[in-house]
């Protein structure tokens, strides 16, 4: 299913896999906060995953464009109220 509409997309099936576990290892990079370097990285990629997923649902003209919008507030606000949220759940 998920082969099926990466190629409605235009992209090569063979890129779900690295993509999946390049997302895996971001959450854990942010989850983690052992490296903020790594931090900042995670939140790059997926920063730049959210737009060529835009760009790719514009393309395609699949009227899905607002969920990667949706995935892009989400984001910045995981990154503005992260440090926040973290430092009260840790102070539990």
Do not use: C, N
Not at 18 to 43: D, Q
């Amino acid at each position: 299913m998920v082969k099926g509409f990466f190629q409605s997309l235009g992209y090569p099936g063979y890129l779900i896999y690295p993509l999946a576990m390049a997302k895996v290892a971001g959450v854990i990079a942010i989850i983690s906060r052992k490296s903020r370097l790594l931090k900042e990285w995670a939140y790059a990629g997926f920063f730049f995953d959210v737009v060529v997923a835009a760009a790719a649902h514009l393309h395609a003209k699949d009227g899905a464009e607002w969920l990667a919008l949706t995935a892009m507030a989400m984001l910045i606000i995981s990154r503005m109220f992260g440090p926040v949220a973290f430092k009260q759940w840790r102070d539990l």
